[in-house]
């Protein structure tokens, strides 16, 4: 399985190429991400 910190790695490098990027997570992966990102909680 992968892990928290590996999800946000990923979302983290996508992040540095796309001026938007949109990502739906588990509560527990969003809770890896640095407070640095906008988050939606709901729409």
């Known amino acids: 399985a ?3 910190d590996r ?3 990923l979302v983290e490098y996508f ?6 990027l949109v ?3 588990l509560p527990e992966d ?3 991400l640095d407070d640095e990102f906008t988050r ?3 729409i």
């Open 15 to 20: 992040a540095d190429y796309a001026d938007f």
């Open 30 to 32: 969003a809770q890896a």
């Open 23 to 25: 990502v739906a997570l």
């Open 7 to 9: 999800i946000a790695a």
């Open 40 to 42: 939606v909680t709901s």
């Open 2 to 4: 992968i892990d928290s």
